[in-house]
């Protein structure tokens, strides 16, 4: 068989970039489709997976990466409660958060609109949290490891809620830096665990600008296909919940793929009594979030210079 192949590689007619795009198509059968790469947020660590293995468990509670690209936040309900070691499907999930989403089957969908869904109700899920829940991807590089990307997924608790002095949750992180008009590509994040919750939540703040070399592997990245397959949530539309998988893995893609999350991925504080309905929880149960947002009781912020940012963010 490897003769056969060698035969074929070195065909003129399937030379070079064409080959290449061959073996791309061939990818795609096999299953492609997810982030190779992702850090998973596990027991309050930052875990690296690569190809579905875990690769490292970071010692330290905080990471700094540089963002170069997000997905709208977007909301998956999960019937049953939450088995790390049952493959599962999520049957309702919004691209948008306000309805399902389009390739969500007729007899999945829970409600015409997300805020009219039983699921998306306080005590539909564990304790008081709701059944339907929000997330984040993200696509980032990290600090010192400009050549790849890794996607991550950012669960509620640590996407909305008001800040607390530096503690600040991504969407209050972001309009801080929109605040003083400046992208949050133009620095180097850094993200810590909130020490005080059960399960993994996270606050960012602002670690220094990005450099000339960081911006260049910015700018290589941005368009790249791994940026894309980072911040894409993709359902599959068939085989539902009748095809095997991997092992302790969750399956979700489109029929032209398939993408592997990690069902710990939200990990949750284990309840006393099992919920009735719960699949995954993301932490500490959040507000609905508003589509006018109320302005936060803080300090006028500076417009300014970057410098001004970083001052802003002393924590000594």
């Given at each position: ?185 133009a620095v180097v994040t850094a993200m810590y665990f909130d020490e005080n919750s059960e399960s993994p939540k996270l606050f960012f703040k602002p670690a220094r600008m990005v450099d000339a070399e960081e ?102």
């Amino acid at each position: 068989m490897s003769n056969d192949i060698d035969v074929f590689k070195s065909n003129p007619l399937v030379a070079g970039g064409l080959f290449d795009r061959f073996m791309d198509s061939t990818k795609k059968l096999v299953g492609g489709g997810s982030s190779s790469r992702r850090i998973s947020l596990k027991g309050s660590r930052f875990r690296l997976i690569v190809g579905g293995e875990q690769i490292s468990v970071s010692k330290e509670d905080t990471m700094n990466v540089i963002v170069v690209d997000a997905a709208n936040v977007a909301r998956t309900y999960y019937e049953g409660t939450y088995d790390p070691e049952k493959v599962s499907r999520p049957m309702c999930w919004s691209h948008d958060t306000n309805m399902p989403a389009p390739e969500v089957p007729a007899d999945q969908r829970q409600a015409t609109h997300c805020a009219k869904c039983p699921m998306n109700v306080k005590g539909s899920g564990q304790g008081n949290s709701r059944a339907c829940r929000f997330s984040q991807r993200m696509a980032v590089m990290l600090e010192g490891e400009l050549d790849k990307v890794y996607q991550l997924q950012i669960p509620a608790a640590s996407i909305f809620g008001q800040a607390d002095g530096n503690k600040m949750p991504l969407q209050a992180y972001a309009k801080y830096l929109a605040e003083h008009k400046t992208p949050i590509q133009a620095v180097v994040t850094a993200m810590y665990f909130d020490e005080n919750s059960e399960s993994p939540k996270l606050f960012f703040k602002p670690a220094r600008m990005v450099d000339a070399e960081e911006t260049e592997a910015l700018m290589g990245h941005i368009d790249g296909e791994e940026v894309k397959k980072a911040i894409t949530l993709t359902v599959s539309q068939s085989d539902r919940g009748d095809a095997p998988a991997p092992d302790n893995a969750k399956v979700v893609g489109k029929a032209a793929g398939v993408m592997i999350e990690d069902p710990e991925e939200e990990e949750a504080p284990k309840p006393a009594k099992a919920a009735p309905v719960a699949a995954v929880d993301d932490g500490d149960e959040v507000e609905e979030p508003k589509v006018v947002a109320k302005k936060a009781k803080a300090e006028p912020q500076k417009e300014g210079k970057l410098a001004d940012l970083m001052a802003d963010w002393d924590d000594e």
